[in-house]
């Protein structure tokens, strides 16, 4: 028994480390931008971004959450899985370039975001289709246990796009890279990134492996999750998009960096769901025992949302010294929205667990059903919000009531449901 948790720690241990490391170096590189830029300039980058992470999950079909099951049920088709991938970052390659030109009629209030776009929106497909690339291949890594190549496909374009900003302030002091340079950069780094993925996955796969995995049933599968799966991003990130097109670039920072202290709360409970989510699926699938499952789930979002809580509660005196301490004194404001923010937290939390949970008991479905209702429910509870305090005060209010929502539902539909087939069963 000792044994076995030591090598979960010794495995686990990379995994947390890039997920440390990734929340840490975003933090870093928005506090760089912030700092040598100004509101206005990270308002406008951080605007255009905001959106067009959201077209990758667009594009995978759920074929992520797939894999990872795949993969960790049927470990020796990793090759036909990858197969299927890679000829689907391949088709998919078009369709990210019409996405990425479909941004260029969005009403941006953010600066000169509309000019930005206009001139480099196939910069913005490249971007998407490396997104895309990067983020088949983790779904590969986690459920083999190999969280030391998660974590250099995770922090590497983090690190070159904080690395280069430095070394221009550093080489060339005084001078501005604007936000289309900035966003330039971002996607030179996923690039590299995109390589060093295929790379690992090509060394990882035995040579001669002849074992095949019907692609039917991935897409079957992934079927079953996109539209779960994307709305499940479009819900979280309903206020990031809705902000996009109410509020000047300046405003849009300073929100944004709310969000990005938030990660900081939130990325514990992030990191133990993903952690975790292996052995949700084995306690189904292999042992059979769904109501140690059960027992999981609520152990689980008790000490996530109770420490999410403690934390939320404790540094809400105090953002008003660690936001200008981190970012510069111009983004004072950031503080005032991240003490409403931080307590979606142990909400988030929850959500994170429950999904989880369905996923394992091959319900799929149940998630689609709460990530659109979830969806739904945002509009009006940001457009209420909005009308009465204001557009980013209510933005972050309603942030807060939503995942409270959310949560309860996740939870008590999770907690209910059993499995949808025998344990061990086809898909």
């Given at each position: ?419 949808l087939t025998p344990a061990g069963g086809q898909i």
């Open positions: 028994m000792i044994a076995r948790i030591g090598r979960f720690a010794k495995q686990s241990s990379l995994l947390w480390a890039a997920e440390v490391g990734g929340v840490g170096l975003r933090l870093v590189t928005i506090a760089l931008l912030g700092r040598f830029y100004g509101p206005e300039i990270l308002g406008t980058y951080l605007s255009i971004v905001a959106l067009a992470q959201l077209l990758p999950r667009i594009l995978d079909l759920g074929l992520p959450l797939a894999i990872g099951y795949f993969v960790r049920v049927y470990p020796d088709r990793l090759a036909s899985c990858m197969r299927i991938s890679a000829l689907h970052v391949l088709i998919s390659t078009p369709f990210a370039m019409g996405l990425a030109a479909l941004l260029m009629l969005v009403p941006f209030e953010a600066g000169n975001a509309t000019e930005v776009v206009d001139r480099i929106w196939w910069v913005l497909g490249i971007y998407v289709v490396a997104e895309l690339s990067c983020s088949l291949a983790r779904a590969a890594f986690i459920p083999r246990m190999q969280f030391g190549a998660y974590m250099s496909v995770m922090l590497v374009p983090l690190v070159l796009l904080a690395a280069a900003v430095t070394l221009h302030e550093v080489a060339f002091p005084g001078t501005v890279l604007g936000p289309a340079t900035l966003i330039e950069l971002l996607t030179a780094s996923s690039v590299i990134a995109a390589l060093l993925a295929g790379g690992i996955v090509l060394h990882t796969v035995k040579r001669g492996e002849q074992l095949q995995l019907d692609g039917g049933d991935m897409y079957r599968y992934g079927s079953r999750t996109y539209v779960s799966g994307l709305a499940k991003v479009a819900s979280q990130r309903f206020d990031r998009i809705f902000l996009t097109m109410l509020l000047g670039a300046s405003a849009f920072a300073q929100y944004s960096v709310a969000l990005s202290l938030r990660e900081m709360i939130i990325f514990p409970a992030n990191l133990l769901a993903l952690t975790l989510r292996n052995q949700q699926i084995d306690l189904v699938a292999h042992k059979r025992d769904v109501a140690r499952a059960r027992r999981l789930l609520l152990r689980v979002s008790a000490i996530a949302a109770g420490a999410a809580t403690a934390i939320a509660t404790l540094l809400a005196p105090v953002w008003g010294f660690i936001v200008p301490l981190i970012f510069g004194d111009g983004f004072s404001g950031a503080a005032h929205f991240i003490t409403v923010l931080a307590f979606s937290c142990p909400f988030l939390a929850i959500v994170s667990f429950a999904w989880n949970h369905l996923y394992a008991m091959k319900r799929p479905g149940r998630v689609t059903i709460l990530t659109c209702v979830s969806l739904v429910l945002a509009a009006p509870t940001f457009a209420i919000a909005v009308t009465l305090f204001g557009r980013a005060d209510g933005a972050a209010v309603a942030a807060v009531i939503w995942a409270a929502m959310v949560a309860v539902g996740s939870f008590v539909w999770a907690w209910r449901t059993t499995p």
